[in-house]
Each structure stands twice: as structure tokens, then as C-alpha cells.
């Protein structure tokens, strides 16, 4: 079955940037989105079709895409940005087949 | 802007049938949203159950197509996850979603499940 292979923690100090990657064989092929999860709190979308971001969303979250890697990068990360985050795509069946990333927890030091 | 909202019991017995309903409002289950079910065991990541259309049409995870049905009632504006055969593995949060160009875009706040005799 196809896989979306993520870090399992990354940290940073406020300010600083942290970057988030995630790689799929489907990746060049597939649109990636990205989903910020708090503790006992439902995922919230913060970046879809690989670089745009929804209305609402902070401007220090970003997204790109090469070959098979996705990245999500928080630039001036703050506090309140402490999270588990995921990276979402589709295989390349042809049916929809959505797969979640095995998610990242960023800890701000 | 649309708000959704899981229901169901929060314990089922091993080999039983899981029945969940999420509920639509602020908006119509007819728009050309896709519906979808997300499971997330505890402590773990997230998994994609399966989605529907308002027209009936359903894709699901091949892992679980088995063993899930997904469908929907305009009438109630409102669509339902039934699972069966369920074991301890599916013990999980299980959150409905609106899907919108491949993004899950709206969540619901997710409801807890427990198979456990």
C-alpha cells in the first residue's frame, strides 16, 4: 500500500524556521496537503495543492514540492504552533485512494 | 459556513457493527463537497475511511472497503459510517469531513469509539 514517510519530531526555537518534509513515490504526480493537529483537537488544513494557503492561515506557513518530497515550513515559528502536523496526498490508481502522512511533532523549545 | 457534527454510540461489543451519522449544517450535503470519514487510533496518526457524493457515489480505502459502507440521506442532510465485523484495532476517534479539490477542509470534532466487550 502506498506510504507518505514523514520526520517524527522536529524541534525549534521560537523564531527560528522549522522545516517539514514528506516523500511519496506519487508526490510529482499528486497534490499535497497539510494539516496541523493540537492534543484532543481536530485536524485543521494549512496548505493545500502543495503551496496555497487557506483563508485564515498565518502567512508563516508555507509549501513546496520537488520530485517525490513535499515540505512544510513555518517560518518565525511561535508557541502556539507546537503541534502534531500532516501531510496528506492520493496514490496514483486512478480511484481516490487518500493517504495520510505518519505525521510530525513539532516541539518549540 | 458549514459545521459538522458526529453521533453515535461510544462503545461497541467485538464482532459488532460501529454506526456513526455526521451531521450537516450551515450549508447543503448536495454541494459538490465529497463526504468523508477519518479515523484516528489513539496515540496514532490518521487514516482515511472512505467518502460519498449526495448522488450515492462512494470510493473507500481498500484496507477497509470490506467491511465499511458509507451513505447518505439528503433528506436529513446528514451522511452515516457503518463498519463491521469490528475488532480492538478499530477502537479510534473517528471524525467526518467535508472534502473540497482533495482537501479536507472542514472537520467535525471528532467522536470516541470503543470495541470492548
Known amino acids: 500500500s502506498y506510504e507518505l514517510t514523514q520526520p517524527p519530531s522536529v524541534s525549534v526555537s521560537p523564531g527560528q524556521t522549522a522545516r517539514i518534509t514528506c516523500s511519496g513515490d506519487?508526490?510529482?504526480?499528486?497534490?499535497a496537503y497539510w494539516y496541523q493537529q493540537k492534543p484532543g483537537q481536530a485536524p485543521v488544513l494549512v496548505i493545500y495543492?502543495?503551496?496555497e494557503r487557506p483563508s485564515g492561515i498565518p502567512e508563516r506557513f508555507s509549501g513546496s514540492s520537488s520530485g517525490t518530497t513535499v515540505t512544510l515550513t513555518i517560518s518565525g515559528v511561535q508557541a502556539e504552533d507546537e503541534a502534531d502536523y500532516y501531510c496528506?496526498?492520493?496514490?496514483?490508481?486512478?480511484?481516490?485512494?487518500?493517504?495520510f502522512g505518519t505525521g510530525t511533532k513539532v516541539t518549540v523549545l | 459556513q458549514v459545521q459538522l457534527q458526529e453521533s453515535g454510540p461510544g462503545l461497541v461489543k467485538p464482532s459488532g457493527t460501529l454506526s456513526l451519522t455526521c451531521a450537516v449544517s450551515?450549508?447543503?450535503?448536495?454541494?459538490?463537497?465529497?463526504w468523508s470519514w477519518v479515523r484516528q487510533p489513539p496515540g496514532k496518526g490518521l487514516e482515511w475511511i472512505g467518502e460519498?457524493?449526495?448522488?450515492?457515489?462512494?470510493n473507500y480505502n481498500p484496507s477497509l472497503k470490506s467491511r465499511v459502507t458509507i451513505s447518505v440521506d439528503k433528506s436529513k442532510n446528514q451522511f452515516s459510517l457503518k463498519l463491521s465485523s469490528v475488532t480492538a484495532a478499530d477502537t479510534a476517534v473517528y471524525y467526518c469531513?467535508?472534502?473540497?479539490?482533495?482537501?479536507?477542509?472542514?472537520w467535525g470534532q471528532g467522536t470516541m469509539v470503543t470495541v470492548s466487550s
Open positions: 469531513a467535508s472534502v473540497t479539490e482533495g482537501a479536507f477542509d472542514i
Open positions: 450551515g450549508g447543503s450535503i448536495s454541494s459538490s463537497n465529497w
Open positions: 460519498i457524493y449526495h448522488s450515492g457515489s462512494t
Open positions: 506519487a508526490l510529482p504526480k499528486q497534490y
Open positions: 495543492k502543495d503551496s
Open positions: 496528506q496526498s492520493a496514490d496514483s490508481s486512478g480511484t481516490p485512494n487518500y493517504v
